[in-house]
């Protein structure tokens, strides 16, 4: 079955340093998602992205987050300037088609912000 | 404003037993979607089920099965014959509107369920 594929799987950063989270969603999907999951609390949606701009963004993502399809598949999280508080697991998702369509998930990278 | 609540944070049981997760949600659209996903300990979201709101039929597959009641507006979750294999978190989520646009999920809290060999 086809995945999205998410790197890295685990990435380290010092507050304040910017970091980029890569997702390469699956190749026909036309909708794509940022979400995270602080350590042992529920799956947070950020964002989301279609037709090359954000149809939709959460509290959660504010200035200091921005994502980006630079080429036909890659798709990014760019986060400015790192707090404590953005440490993390960070999810990408993708699917095919408008509406309620399963959303299928990439195995997540894991922010450590020091 | 939509909301997933799964009261059950934590849930033991011994292998074999069967075991109901809970899911009640809240949400003004009438057309609205409600999903499964696993977090087994590998960390994956793996989609279990999805089940739109005007389909109130249970469905089963395998040793999983889910109780749809509109009534009370739950979703709930039933292993049969529980395994080592289904110990993980288990998200209930919401997904609303009709079909044009994101749609994008809101989960529960999740419930970990650990079964012991």
């Known amino acids: 079955e086809p995945e999205v594929t998410q790197t890295p799987s685990h990435q380290v950063t010092q507050m304040g340093q910017e970091v980029i989270l890569r997702c390469v969603p699956i190749?026909?999907?036309?909708?794509f998602y940022w979400y995270r999951q602080i350590l042992g609390q529920k799956v947070e949606f950020l964002v989301s992205?279609?037709?090359?701009?954000?149809?939709?963004k959460s509290e959660i993502f504010d200035d200091q987050f921005s994502v980006e399809r630079p080429d036909g598949s890659n798709f990014t999280l760019k986060i400015r300037s790192t707090k404590l508080e953005d440490s993390a697991m960070y999810f990408c998702?993708?699917?095919?088609?408008?509406?309620?369509?399963?959303?299928?998930f990439g195995s997540g990278t894991q922010l450590s912000v020091l | 404003a939509q909301k997933v609540t799964q009261a059950q944070t934590e849930i033991s049981v011994v292998e074999k037993e069967d075991v109901t997760l809970d899911c009640v949600y809240e949400?003004?659209?009438?057309?609205?979607?409600l999903f499964w996903y696993k977090q087994p300990p590998s960390g994956e979201l793996v989609f279990l089920i999805r089940?739109?709101?005007?389909?109130?039929q249970n469905e089963i597959s395998g040793r999983y099965s889910w109780n749809f009641q509109k009534s009370t507006s739950s979703f709930n979750f039933t292993i049969t014959a529980s395994q080592v294999v289904d110990s993980a978190v288990y998200f209930c989520?919401?997904?609303?509107?009709?079909?044009?646009?994101?749609?994008?999920?809101?989960f529960g809290t999740g419930t970990r369920l650990t079964v012991i060999p």
């Open positions: 998702a993708s699917k095919w088609t408008a509406g309620n369509e399963k959303l299928f």
């Open positions: 190749s026909n999907h036309l909708y």
């Open positions: 992205f279609y037709n090359n701009e954000i149809s939709e």
């Open positions: 949400t003004r659209d009438t057309t609205y979607y």
């Open positions: 089940r739109n709101s005007f389909d109130e």
């Open positions: 989520a919401l997904s609303e509107g009709w079909q044009t646009g994101a749609n994008n999920l809101f």
